[in-house]
């Protein structure tokens, strides 16, 4: 018995010895390092999860510390419309952002949400991302990103607006 466990363990030893030495490089893999969540590095001048993540939070908590907010003596229903994407990317996840402002209303515990379907409700949230890109010498280019939320009455009356910004800036280096 003793000499079969001897046997397995240097038959799995060889084998994974032979599945490392026989392993291709694929496409330098070799090089991939992993990156810290929360990091805010850059290789593009586009929005990265962690970006929406910290902006809809940073606008939403904004709204929530608000002293309008803070007055209200109960629960408000609120129905949180759809997030407008104003920018010049149709591919920024919209939804991620819309999730992550609905998440954090929902754990606050001010507000109660309900469907945009909804008959009885008594405030509105319209939001909006928005931006604008300026071009420098060099071909350096500065991205700004505008995340603005703002509540209506039934009526239609503004009772608040919030918003919060994130600049990205990307320039050309040389190389020596």
């Known amino acids: 018995m003793h000499i079969l466990k ?3 363990i240097l038959a799995a030893v060889l084998a994974l010895g032979a599945c490392q030495s026989t392993m291709p490089n694929l496409g330098g ?4 390092s992993v990156v810290d969540s929360g990091s805010r ?7 990265t999860m962690a970006d929406y993540t910290d902006l809809a939070e940073k606008v939403t908590n904004k709204m929530l510390d608000s002293r309008l907010v803070q007055s209200w003596k109960h629960k408000p229903r609120l129905i949180l419309a759809k ?14 952002i819309y999730d992550r402002i609905t998440e954090t ?4 515990g001010t507000v109660r949400l309900v469907d945009q379907s909804a008959t009885s409700f008594d405030y509105v949230v ?19 990103y ?3 939320l703002k509540l209506f009455t ?23």
């Open 6 to 8: 001897k046997t397995l």
């Open 29 to 32: 893999q070799s090089r991939v």
């Open 41 to 47: 590095a850059h290789l593009q001048a586009q929005l």
């Open 83 to 96: 997030l407008r994407n104003n920018t010049d990317n149709e591919n920024i996840r919209m939804a991620d």
């Open 105 to 108: 209303l929902l754990n606050s």
């Open 126 to 144: 319209r939001s909006e991302l928005s931006s604008n890109r300026q071009y420098g010498e060099g071909g350096q280019q500065l991205v700004g």
């Open 146 to 148: 505008k995340l603005e």
């Open 154 to 176: 039934i009526s239609g009356e503004m009772m608040g607006q919030w918003s919060g910004t994130l600049t990205l800036a990307k320039g050309r280096k040389s190389f020596l």
